[in-house]
């Protein structure tokens, strides 16, 4: 076993226009003030990270880590959620995920798609270069408007679904091989990739690339209402990072996991700060380390109550207080004795007997 590292602070939810938000050295400067010891880099922010010029330039890399431990911090890893999402969109969400390209190829998926795969592609060298191992990100969803059966779906939609969702991945696990980086798909409603089925589908289908690996984060599977333990123990040997985010599901008789069309406040299912929400995370860090879980344990903080600037205060100190230190001794050994293999025989009945 070993210990989990953290805490470490992803920093989609705390970039912004406004300083000290607006740039990753006064923002590096804040998350160290509050107790982070490493930070999580969406690659598709250009405000903190030019992912682009990362991939091609080691002293840039460089002058970031170099920049970060001034401040006694790290990189943990970097995201490509963005990215990973263009790389499969059904046409009902054209226009919304038109916003998160480059406006040269809103209208143009084909073009969008090539580029989200470019974005990727200098993620994974970009990653290599910053000394990383594992990179986030998500599926994309081709077959999520169909999640509910009815109308019925027809014979072989979600196969040929997640046939294609192989093919247009195939290459970036590939190059993520070549670069030595695990890519993490972070388990999530709305990606094809949603639970532990849908998973095993799609690395079924890619031969069970060694690159293709999980981003585990309880609060999508507290909405689900799926086993989140269980979930750690199936998949421990592919789970290589760790969103510490809560989340309630407090059904009624007026609405349950769907959530009505509400907004978060008034959803059934809604996420929370660390800490004020149902996740079992004492069982999650217990079960993280015995399965000798390797990676860190990321705040990310998505609350429809609690502002983020109090959220990451709070959580970063939730996280110091549920990583478990992981010992090196058996609490019994004090009453253990040398035994002989005579001895050994003797206590089965066996005495050197032989059949």
Not at 23 to 43: M, V
Request: glycine share 8%; charged share 20%; hydrophobic share 40%.
């Amino acid at each position: 076993m070993r210990t989990i590292k953290g805490p470490s602070l992803h920093l989609a939810q705390f970039s912004d226009d406004l300083a000290p938000f607006n740039s990753l050295p006064t923002l590096a400067k804040w998350a160290a003030e509050n107790g982070f010891k490493a930070l999580q880099i969406p690659a598709w922010d250009t405000r903190l990270f030019d992912v682009n010029v990362a991939a091609e330039s080691q002293s840039y890399c460089d002058d970031i880590r170099g920049m970060l431990a001034e401040e006694g911090l790290i990189i943990s890893e970097l995201t490509t959620h963005i990215f990973g999402q263009l790389m499969a969109v059904h046409p009902a969400y054209e226009s919304l995920c038109d916003n998160l390209a480059p406006a040269s190829l809103r209208g143009n998926p084909a073009a969008r798609t090539e580029w989200a795969k470019g974005q990727l592609l200098a993620a994974a060298k970009a990653s290599s270069r910053l000394g990383l191992t594992e990179m986030g990100t998500f599926s994309g969803s081709l077959a999520w408007p169909y999640i509910f059966p009815f109308p019925q779906r027809p014979e072989g939609l979600v196969e040929a679904a997640f046939d294609e969702l192989t093919r247009r991945w195939l290459p970036v696990l590939d190059a993520c091989d070549q670069q030595g980086v695990n890519l993490c798909y972070e388990i999530h409603p709305g990606e094809d990739l949603h639970d532990g089925v849908s998973f095993e589908m799609f690395l079924e289908r890619t031969g069970n690339h060694p690159r293709c690996n999980i981003l585990f984060d309880p609060s999508h599977f507290v909405l689900q209402q799926l086993n989140y333990l269980d979930y750690l123990d199936i998949y421990k040997d592919v789970i290589r990072m760790f969103h510490v985010k809560d989340a309630e599901f407090t059904p009624s008789g007026r609405q349950g996991m769907y959530g009505g069309y509400q907004s978060w406040i008034n959803r059934a299912g809604r996420f929370r700060s660390t800490g004020d929400g149902q996740v079992d995370f004492k069982g999650i860090f217990s079960k993280l380390a015995q399965n000798d879980y390797a990676g860190w344990a990321t705040l990310e903080w998505e609350c429809c109550l609690k502002n983020q600037y109090d959220g990451a205060r709070e959580g970063a100190e939730f996280i110091r207080q549920h990583i478990l230190h992981v010992t090196e001794k058996v609490f019994d050994d004090f009453a253990a004795a040398p035994v002989s293999v005579k001895q050994l025989q003797q206590l089965l009945g066996i005495n050197g007997q032989k059949a």
